[in-house]
């Protein structure tokens, strides 16, 4: 089989702000990877709740994000409660875009980093089933975790390896997390760090 061939996507955008502002605007179903490269955390989100909330999903500094834009008429909105500061690239077959990543310590043992969401767009419930690679760059062990609204699929992944997965293309809101695991310092989970890639969607 021959190698998968690669071409140049665009130059990624960028942001640095301290109130909401778009970045994304329309784009319905368009799939984006954003990265906090700023010292704080900051929120995004891509449609409202239904009370009329934006749903938010935090980036934790040194981490990234998959988002699926669910709603038009929301896009892609940066959401930060003081200095955000990032880039972002759109998500499409056979561009080379940077790996997504993370490098967490985490608060608390129960408190997974969302990696990402697929929320059933406004004008269908299908979307592409996409392959995903994620690899350990760090020396801690930590789980992969995939949910739909009816199951959990989790995975360990110890130092060097990697692990392929499918995000299902159906359903209600799906998402994959990482959770750290115990043995850290003072009760905390141990810290980890990893690398993921969207290999390319499947038919």
């Known amino acids: 089989m021959p190698a998968r061939k690669l071409v140049e996507g665009p130059r990624g955008g960028r942001f640095r702000t301290n109130t909401t502002i778009p970045l994304v605007f329309g784009r319905e179903g368009a799939r ?8 704080a955390p900051f929120d995004v989100t891509t449609a409202n709740n239904a009370m009329g909330n934006p749903i938010l999903v935090s ?4 981490c990234s994000i998959d988002l699926l834009i ?3 008429a929301i896009g892609l909105k940066v959401v930060p409660s003081g200095n955000a500061e990032g880039v972002y690239e759109i998500i499409q077959p056979d561009a080379e875009i940077r790996p997504g990543r993370l490098k967490v310590r985490q608060a608390s043992a129960a408190t997974e980093q969302l990696v990402i969401s697929m929320l059933p767009q406004v004008n269908t419930t299908t979307t592409p089933k996409a392959l995903y690679r994620f690899f350990n760059a760090g020396k801690n062990e930590f789980k992969v975790i995939m949910r739909t609204a009816a199951t959990a699929v989790e995975h360990s992944l110890g130092a060097d390896q990697s692990i392929d997965f499918e995000v299902p293309g159906t359903g209600a809101h799906r998402t994959v997390s990482v959770l750290g695991l115990a ?9 980890y760090e990893a690398s993921y890639e969207h290999l390319r969607d499947v038919p």
Do not use: Q, S, V
């Open 70 to 72: 669910k709603d038009a």
């Open 32 to 39: 984006y990877r954003i990265f906090n490269t700023g010292d």
């Open 183 to 191: 043995g850290g310092g003072g009760g905390m989970p141990k810290p």
């Open 59 to 62: 980036i934790l500094n040194g």
